[in-house]
C-alpha cells in the first residue's frame, strides 16, 4: 500500500498496484465524489490562525468519512 506522486498530485495504489478510477458518471461515481468533496471542504473551511478551529475541523472531517463511508474506530 501507499502513494506515488505524479507531478504535484498523489495517488493511492494498493499491495497488489491497483488505483481507484473514479472519473465516471454513474450515480454511485458522483455521490462518492460529493462526499469527498464535503469531506475536503470541512478540513480546508477553518480560521488558520486558530488551532482550535483547525483542531474542530480535523475531528469534523474524520468523523464525517467514518460515517459516510461506515468505517469504524
Not at 462526499?35 to 464525517?64: C, K, P, Q, T
Request: a neutral charge.
Amino acid at each position: 500500500m501507499g502513494f506515488f506522486k505524479e507531478g504535484r498530485s498523489m495517488k493511492y495504489k494498493n499491495k497488489d498496484g491497483i488505483e481507484l478510477n473514479y472519473t465516471g458518471n454513474d450515480y454511485g461515481q458522483k455521490l462518492t465524489r460529493e462526499v469527498i468533496e464535503e469531506a475536503i471542504n470541512i478540513f480546508m473551511g477553518y480560521n488558520r490562525s486558530d488551532a482550535r478551529s483547525a483542531e474542530w475541523a480535523l475531528h469534523r472531517g474524520v468523523n464525517f468519512l467514518k460515517d459516510n463511508f461506515n468505517i469504524g474506530d
